[in-house]
Structure formats: C-alpha cells, structure tokens
C-alpha cells in the first residue's frame, strides 16, 4: 500500500516499529507524534473545539455545575478537559467544572455509574471523552430524562452524536475532523509530496476541530457567542489553555 494509518494514540509504539523495520513504506498517525523519517503525524487541538462546547454548557447550565468524563489521563484527554473548563470559565465564572476519569475507554457500565453520581450531585451537563466509556453516559442520562424530572444533556464528542442517541439527550457534540486530516495527508500521498518526520496540528483555522451542525439544543444567542469566541480562537485574540 502507499499509505498506512494507525488511528489513535495507542498506535504509536506499533507504527514505529513497522516504519522502522519498513523505512521505504509510508505510513501516517492520528492523535500521536511518532518520530521516523517515513511517519505523517497528525494531532488536534481538542481544546479548541471543546472550548466552544464548554461555551454552549457555560450558557445552558441551569444548576451551574457542569462535568467532564475523561477515559484515561493521556495529553490528548487533558486537552479536552483544559479547553472544556476554559469555554466555560469564559462566559459563566460562576459554574464549577467537576472532572473525572473513568479509567479506560471500554467501560460503559463505569460510564453510567459516574454520570449517576454526577448527575446526583447536581450537575446537568456532562461531556464525556471517553469512547464507549461515553455511551454509558448517554444511557444514563436516556434513562433520567424518560423518568421526569429536572432535564440532563451530554455533549457528544468526536462525532455529532446525536445521530446515535438523538437529540432528545444530546445538547451538541465537539467534531474532530479526523476525516480532514486522513484527505490531507493522503493527497500529499497523491500528488508526490507527502512528508514523513513532519507533525501537523490540526485546529479551528484549518476545520480540524468544531462543533456539530446539530443545533436543535442550542439558541441563537449561544450560537452567536459561540461565533464570536471561535473567530477570536482562530485571530490569535484567545489562547485557548492546553
């Protein structure tokens, strides 16, 4: 093949191995930095796109007090959890952001367990980044919002997550492109400029990062702020923490 992916951090140790007993292949990573003269690494500036989903929870929250799930304590999550707790320190200073880890991507059940206690405490927004640990989110709080009672939400990561849960759960969902950057680094493949040794980061500027086109959830108003904290991100106006 002309090119070879490993998508996800946990790849890294593999796709060095291979590159180094095959240096005339090409290969390319997702979320790590694996450093071989034949590797295209790509990562994300999670916090970015999770700055403006922290926006959307700053401004929705009707307890003030929202939290984050993460599945293992790795540069990638903690991204998620800077940006989250920066977008909503931003517009509401007044919310606490509660973080927790679950300890593993594969662990719904540990997913839902936490988001109970969460929830329990008060907190009405949760954004999980934490894979299928997530889904354990979603069923919780499906299961809360079916029952009665004071309304939860999830925002969704990665990918517009409604599509799976619906909207009746999912207030919006932070989008990481990786669709854009497997195009990119595939057409450099293509037209004979593909670089190894290189790491490409791929933010708000370059619509590597976002929120979801799903704004069932989500006013005018909130939108029009998220607008405006996203052209300030891409200006150089904010920095979002890391």
């Known amino acids: 093949y002309n090119l070879t992916w490993g998508i996800g951090f ?8 291979v590159a180094t007993e095959n240096p005339n292949a090409n290969l390319a990573i997702i979320d790590s930095v694996v450093e071989a003269p034949n590797v295209a690494s790509v990562t994300f500036s999670e916090n970015e796109g999770s700055f403006l989903v922290g926006v959307v929870a700053g401004l929705t929250t ?3 007090k929202v939290a984050f799930i993460g599945g293992l304590e790795s540069p990638v999550i903690k991204r998620f959890e ?4 920066a977008g909503v320190a931003a517009v509401n200073p007044s919310a606490k952001v509660t973080p927790t880890y679950a300890g593993g991507y594969d662990k719904p059940d540990v997913g839902k367990s936490l988001a109970a206690t969460l929830y329990n405490d008060g907190n009405d927004i949760i954004f999980p980044a934490a894979g299928q640990t997530g889904n354990g989110v979603f069923n919780e709080a499906k299961a809360r919002n079916k029952a009665g009672g004071s309304k939860v939400w999830v925002i969704g ?12 759960v ?5 989008i990481k ?3 854009e950057a497997v195009l990119k680094v595939s057409k450099e493949v293509i037209d004979g400029t593909f670089k190894g040794g290189t790491t490409t980061v791929l933010g708000l500027k370059d619509n590597g990062v976002g929120i979801s086109d799903t704004k069932d959830n989500v006013s005018e108003e909130i939108l029009a702020k998220v607008e405006e904290y996203k ?12």
């Open 170 to 174: 999912t207030l919006t969902s932070m």
């Open 10 to 17: 946990d790849l890294g140790d593999a796709i060095k191995k």
């Open 82 to 85: 800077a940006g989250f707790k």
């Open 177 to 179: 492109r990786v669709d």
């Open 157 to 168: 990561v990665d990918k517009d997550q409604s599509i799976e849960f619906g909207t009746d």
């Open 231 to 242: 052209k300030q991100i891409i200006d150089g106006t904010i920095t979002v923490p890391s």
């Open 62 to 64: 009707k307890t003030n």
